[in-house]
């Protein structure tokens, strides 16, 4: 990365600008490659109420009272806060989708009570109160201004902010599809290491991090979902689909890129008292 860039925000943006899609590519593609079905995210909710608790969850749980609230910035499908339900009462959604937002919701009835607010982070956070522990997954690469956004997300909670997101770009797994495809390289940066120096130079302070690896690779290879997916995100016709997932087959180190980081600091002394109910 850039070290003449004076502030580590400043080299974060910079390299996150370097993702974009060339116009020329771009303007082949007959879908968006930056929008995933929201289905996608509810299946990724579902799995993980069906998995054990991921670090995430439980350095989450580890700060949470019984009845306690937890608040959810870019929820998707709820994959980060749902399997706290057990011990939350009160979950409180982000997201800018209302539709990820209306899935979430089915998924947490009879589970915990959930209150939904649509729109982007911080813009949305005058609107949010005040809970117990804040979670963010999955979100830290789309926010180029990542140190104000954890600001914001820090002055909510009352005892912990539990940030993830991949060691690597979540499309870094895809540079050798663009090289092979498109014969356009891509860049390596940034990385959560890199993320950790924004949060701490927003904060003034160190922070807690913890890396660890998703889930084993299907050794059957990827699924169609997962074909279709990979797709969009080069901006390749529908029809090279099945070239595609023979290529895909192929890969054997996907497993490098199931690195994750879970980035944490606490926000009040552990004997603080809970927030109070605030209700649906």
Not at 80 to 94: E, H, N, Q, T
Not at 257 to 275: E, K, L, N
Request: proline share 8%; hydrophobic share 45%; aromatic share 6%.
């Amino acid at each position: 990365m850039d070290n003449d860039l004076v502030t580590a925000q400043e080299r974060w943006a910079k390299a996150l600008a370097a993702w974009a899609i060339p116009e020329e590519i771009l303007a082949r593609a007959r879908e968006s490659p930056w929008e995933l079905p929201p289905q996608a995210f509810a299946i990724r909710a579902e799995r993980s109420l069906e998995s054990a608790h991921s670090p995430t969850h439980q350095l989450a749980l580890d700060a949470l009272p019984a009845g306690g609230t937890v608040l959810d910035v870019g929820a998707g499908g709820g994959a980060a806060s749902l399997p706290l339900a057990g011990r939350a009462a009160l979950i409180v959604a982000v997201d800018q989708s209302q539709e990820m937002l209306d899935q979430m919701a089915q998924l947490a009835k009879g589970r915990v009570r959930l209150r939904t607010v649509r729109g982007v982070w911080p813009e949305v956070a005058p609107r949010v109160p005040r809970v117990d522990v804040a979670v963010c997954a999955n979100v830290a690469y789309n926010v180029a201004g990542l140190g104000d956004f954890v600001l914001a997300l820090g002055a909510q909670p009352r005892r912990r902010v539990v940030l993830e997101l991949t060691w690597h770009h979540p499309q870094a797994s895809l540079n050798w599809l663009w090289e092979r495809f498109w014969g356009l390289g891509r860049p390596e940066s940034p990385t959560a290491a890199d993320a950790v120096a924004v949060v701490e130079e927003a904060l003034g302070r160190p922070v807690e991090v913890r890396r660890w690896q998703r889930g084993e690779v299907d050794p059957a290879g990827p699924g169609p979902e997962e074909v279709a997916w990979v797709r969009r995100r080069l901006c390749l016709d529908p029809s090279r689909e099945p070239e595609l997932a023979a290529v895909l087959a192929e890969r054997e180190d996907a497993g490098a890129f199931g690195q994750m980081a879970t980035i944490w600091w606490d926000t009040a002394a552990p004997g603080a008292a809970p927030a109070p109910d605030l209700g649906t």
